[in-house]
């Protein structure tokens, strides 16, 4: 299957800063992207849905000031968490699509944002 | 709107019985239907999906699930578990190829030797 690379696999950052996670699809154009949380223990909850050039689209609830989301290139989606909180810590998990003829998205290895 | 319930948050098997995973459905539109499995702190790997044509799929790591649409479930299921199978496993439903993932709760599986 293709390959989604997500960077880091972990972060830890104090309270107020910014952290931002890079999601890139290695060998196939992804048109579309999804950002997705993860508390432990639990199932995955998506964020926002990214396409190539355009704005994301936030799922009910997801503040789009404080998870900025940018999808500039077919091969790169990146996260911002703005002024991070504790609350912020998290499993964040990316996935790409390349194209309307796939019937999956791949997924990334997944960044664990711990906020201190 | 698009749900999906797993029945079990844990199942424990023994290492060479049978692993049943549950998973029903709600979807207003044909759904498409996949199984994931989750180890602990990486990503989601693909197990198997349904698309249309046969009810009864085959992936990887000898996992198959089928497609009931009278029931609404995609319970997957493997005829004998590997130590290896010790992990956690979500059923996501779609309502398009590509379209975005709704997921169920997960069902943690713990394998004993």
């Known amino acids: 299957g293709a390959v989604v690379s997500q960077h880091p696999s972990w972060v830890i950052c104090k309270s107020g800063t910014s952290v931002k996670i890079e999601c890139r699809s290695l060998?196939?154009?992804?048109?579309?992207m999804f950002w997705y949380r993860q508390f432990p223990k639990q199932s995955l909850m998506l964020m926002a849905t990214?396409?190539?050039?355009?704005?994301?689209?936030?799922e009910q609830g997801v503040e789009k000031d404080k998870f900025l989301i940018n999808h500039a290139s077919l091969t790169l989606s990146t996260l911002t968490v703005t002024s991070a909180h504790p609350e912020d810590s998290s499993f964040y998990i990316c996935?790409?699509?390349?194209?309307?003829?796939?019937?999956?998205?791949?997924f990334g290895q997944g960044t664990r944002l711990t906020v201190v | 709107a698009q749900s999906v319930t797993q029945l079990g948050s844990h199942v424990s098997v023994s290492e060479g019985a049978l692993v049943l995973l549950r998973c029903n459905y709600s979807?207003?539109?044909?759904?498409?239907l996949f199984w994931y499995v989750q180890y602990p702190n990486q990503g989601l790997q693909l197990l198997l999906k349904?698309?249309?044509?046969?009810?009864l799929v085959k992936g990887i790591n000898g996992f198959e699930a089928e497609f009931k649409k009278s029931e609404t479930s995609f319970h997957l299921t493997k005829p004998s578990a590997h130590m290896s199978d010790a992990a956690e496993y979500f059923c996501?439903?779609?309502?398009?190829?590509?379209?975005?993932?709704?997921f169920g709760g997960g069902t943690r599986v713990l394998v004993k030797p």
């Open positions: 996935s790409a699509r390349g194209g309307n003829w796939s019937t999956e998205a791949f």
């Open positions: 060998d196939f154009q992804a048109t579309t």
């Open positions: 990214s396409n190539e050039g355009s704005k994301a689209t936030y």
């Open positions: 979807s207003s539109v044909p759904p498409y």
């Open positions: 349904y698309t249309t044509g046969a009810t």
């Open positions: 996501a439903v779609s309502k398009a190829a590509g379209n975005k993932l709704t």
